[in-house]
């Protein structure tokens, strides 16, 4: 929870006031430097305090390096872009929020937080930029100005409470994304089964996640993906299947935190499950729910089944803009979302990976605040899983380190809590009748009455899967018998 200290208010005074710890002095070596009629430090004990330490916006403004201005500074930074106003005496306003900050590390480690919070530092120098440029560059100006006769400044000059232990400065260049720095939409041509619907439907609670990654049209999943664990990938490949499944990293094992508490109700689990075992294609649906900053908690109540097909995008739109009123009418915000790995093991593939990552980030939107995005993967035939009880798994993903820009995202295993809801919703019945009906008489609608092993029918597994979801008041089993019922005679 320490890494999402910056997300409050409070956070960014006392970010500032560790860089002052570092800075013992600065502020008479100004004065110093400033009572000298005119005259620069071009050497002795001022000069190099000044090298090391003294190098502020506000000696940049005073020498006329820098002039300020509105909407001069910019940090782009995983996909995401900050500006923010320079003030005449050296202060930063983020135009977000209006928040003020008093150096480059303090707004570009606050910046950074918000997009990753196992952040721990925002190298502002080398983050930030003024006019384009960043603004170490603009030190490095004042000191072949000012120190001629010094040895050229390299861009590892400690500045502002950066030590040598320094970051290494990132490329934030808008290049990056073609380089594989942060998620690149795929070509729309060949789309996942029901990709289409996995773009956000409601733009007030978040941006579109972008094209579509492509997939194959089929996905059946029939043959077997060995995973592969995340250490072994090394940078990003072309070469390499978007579809290999990666093991999920716990956060102990990379000695972190999880940055939020997560709480799933027993409907959620229920209604996605019932959808995933309705196919033997891929099914995608939209999570529900409320994120309270207060105590860090992402509380799912409600899931939303994409009822669409690939290449329709008229009945995308429409499901969409559906689940966008449902939402607003609830009270809800969008929190996550989910799919399914019909026959393969509920893992994250390379793909979505890069998806997860990407809705975090339009997810996050332009708020100010950490506002984590949930994904969930359904397995519900993976022969693999122990029993008939469907796997179910939460994950997130975390950046990559910075100075390895080109690697994938991190899978993180999730830590969930699950509450059993008290009865069984008209809202989740209502869906679930929905759903047999848009699948009704589909080529991929899977035949219940079929074995799915040598004892149990498909209806049979689903039966089981779906036992453990099941609301504590079981007034509504009839309603589920008669729904299995149906659905044994759907094939």
Not at 397 to 425: C, H, K, S
Request: charged share 25%; hydrophobic share 35%; glycine share 8%.
């Amino acid at each position: 929870m320490a890494a999402l200290a910056a997300a409050s208010p409070g956070a960014d005074e006392g970010l500032e006031e560790d860089e002052d710890e570092l800075e013992p002095g600065l502020d008479e070596a100004e004065a110093e430097a400033e009572a000298g009629s005119g005259a620069r430090p071009s050497g002795g004990s001022r000069g190099a305090v000044l090298t090391r330490r003294g190098i502020t916006l506000r000696v940049l403004l005073r020498d006329g390096l820098l002039e300020p201005a509105r909407g001069v500074l910019s940090i782009y930074y995983l996909g995401k872009k900050f500006v923010g106003d320079l003030g005449a005496d050296g202060t930063i306003t983020w135009q977000e929020t209006g928040q003020v900050f008093n150096s480059p590390s303090a707004w570009a480690t606050h910046c950074k937080r918000l997009v990753n919070p196992a952040k721990k530092s925002g190298c502002g120098w080398a983050s930030v930029r003024y006019k384009g440029q960043k603004l170490d560059q603009y030190k490095a100006a004042w000191l072949r100005q000012h120190q001629p006769n010094a040895p050229p400044a390299d861009e590892s000059l400690a500045s502002e409470g950066e030590g040598e232990d320094e970051e290494v400065p990132e490329e934030e260049d808008e290049e990056a994304a073609r380089e594989g720095r942060v998620p690149v939409p795929e070509p729309v041509a060949a789309k996942k089964p029901e990709e289409r619907s996995k773009k956000q439907p409601c733009k007030s609670a978040a941006e579109p996640a972008g094209t579509e990654h492509s997939a194959p049209a089929k996905r059946m999943e029939s043959k077997a993906r060995a995973p592969v664990r995340y250490c072994s990938l090394g940078s990003r490949d072309s070469a390499r299947n978007p579809q290999t499944l990666v093991e999920v990293t716990s956060f102990a094992a990379i000695n972190k935190f999880q940055p939020f508490n997560v709480a799933i109700s027993s409907n959620v689990l229920l209604l996605l499950d019932f959808h995933s075992h309705l196919t033997r294609s891929e099914v995608v649906g939209y999570l529900g729910g409320r994120w309270d900053t207060n105590t860090q908690l992402l509380t799912v109540l409600r899931a939303f089944p994409c009822r669409t097909r690939l290449g329709d995008a008229e009945a995308a739109g429409a499901v969409e803009e559906e689940i966008c009123q449902s939402l607003f009418l609830r009270g809800l915000s969008l929190v996550g979302w989910y799919h399914s790995h019909p026959f393969g093991p509920a893992l994250p593939s390379l793909h979505d990976i890069d998806a997860q990552m990407d809705y975090q980030l339009k997810l996050q939107g332009s708020g100010n605040g950490f506002q984590p995005c949930l994904a969930l993967i359904c397995g519900p035939y993976y022969h693999g899983n122990p029993g008939v009880e469907s796997k179910i798994a939460p994950f997130w993903v975390m950046p990559p380190p910075e100075q390895r820009p080109n690697d994938y995202g991190i899978p993180m295993d999730v830590e969930v809590a699950y509450i059993q809801d008290g009865f069984l919703t008209n809202d989740v019945l209502q869906e679930m009748t929905l759903l047999m009906d848009f699948y009704k008489g589909a080529p991929d609608l899977v035949k219940f009455q079929e074995l799915w092993s040598q004892d149990q029918t498909y209806l049979d597994k689903l039966k089981g899967s779906l036992a453990s979801r099941t609301p504590k008041d079981q007034s509504f089993s009839h309603v589920l018998e008669q729904i299995f019922s149906l659905l044994k005679l759907s094939g």
